[in-house]
């Protein structure tokens, strides 16, 4: 199956009345690249959660985030920070003196005071600290995101082989009309010699020449290369359709490609072969840049 690097996941738990959000992100990497963006995962078990997602996630740069969300304010483990409070409290009165606001009585607003406990920071939740139910609980939502990470990035592939394919398909359908254009060019290659040798009214043994117009024309034969670039991408396919991990290799095949493509064009002498080429060329960079996301 076919992954592309990038993805999102999330996962989430509820522990003693706090909803703990596990989120992952992944982008292209040449390897597991693993950053765990939160001081929440204790420290004897961070390479235990690093091994875990570099098994499952194989490459790419990944980065996870914990959040956390109080699901009750009566919760007992939460407690007031008194020094944040009290300075949203003078900053109130501070900012209603400025206003003209003298007579300001805060105390005598309930509905002002229940704001106040609202704003960010008022309230201070003891850290947890996760060990046995609670860990398990938490690498269940870290577990939870990964693979929602992987169907992700197991959808988001799918559309990736299809189009990559359709492109190698496209270049693999200009070869025959390069072939098309060949008896014309080598006509039009022969006559062109032909015309100058009149022009400049030489006098030229016929055997010797027409061994110097075969060995030119072989030079610019470009039959091997056709074939080389149906192989290529004919391999192309084998490789996405039956390599788990296809990303790294289906690049040097990309690069394969390009050196047929390259000097099929430096061989052309024709417009048509030089306008098809510039085609194929125009397909392959797009399949190189889709390449970079295949895991």
């Known amino acids: 199956m076919v992954k592309s690097m990038t993805g999102y996941g999330k996962g989430e738990t509820v522990i003693n009345n706090t909803r703990y959000i596990v989120e992952i992100r992944s982008l292209n990497g040449k390897t597991a690249d693993v950053n765990l963006k939160t001081s929440l995962i204790p420290r004897e078990k961070e390479m235990e959660v690093r091994q875990y997602i570099a098994s499952e996630l194989n490459r790419g740069t990944i980065d996870l985030f914990i959040t956390v969300e109080r699901t009750a304010l ?11 409070f009290k300075s949203y409290i003078n900053q109130i009165k501070s900012a209603a003196g400025h206003a003209g606001l003298d007579n300001f009585d805060i105390s005598a607003d309930n509905s002002l005071i ?9 309230f201070e939740s003891k850290k947890e600290d996760f060990t046995g139910d609670s860990w398990n609980s938490l690498f269940q939502a870290i577990k939870d995101a990964v693979a929602a990470l992987n169907s992700f990035r197991a959808a988001e592939g799918a559309t990736l082989k299809k189009d990559v394919l359709a492109k190698v398909d496209l270049i693999s359908s200009y070869i025959p009309y390069v072939e098309e254009l060949e008896a014309e060019r080598i ?7 032909d015309s100058k040798v009149k022009e400049l009214d030489l006098q030229v043994d016929k055997n010797r ?11 610019l034969d470009i039959n091997e290369e056709k074939v080389r670039l149906r192989q ?19 690049g040097f095949i990309a690069q394969e490609m390009g050196r047929e ?18 085609k194929m060329k125009d397909e392959l960079e797009k399949i190189k840049e889709q390449s970079l996301n295949i895991l």
């Open 74 to 84: 009566t919760d007992a483990s939460l407690t007031i920070n008194e020094d944040n």
């Open 114 to 122: 229940s704001s106040v406990l609202r704003l960010p920071d008022v």
């Open 187 to 193: 006509a039009t290659v022969r006559s062109h010699i």
């Open 209 to 219: 020449y027409e061994q110097e117009i075969i060995f030119y024309l072989e030079k």
């Open 232 to 250: 290529h991408c004919k391999y192309f396919h084998e490789t996405i359709e039956n390599e788990e991990f296809p990303g790294k290799k289906l």
């Open 261 to 278: 493509i390259n000097t099929m064009g430096s061989k052309a002498n024709h417009a048509g072969i030089q306008k098809t080429v510039v």
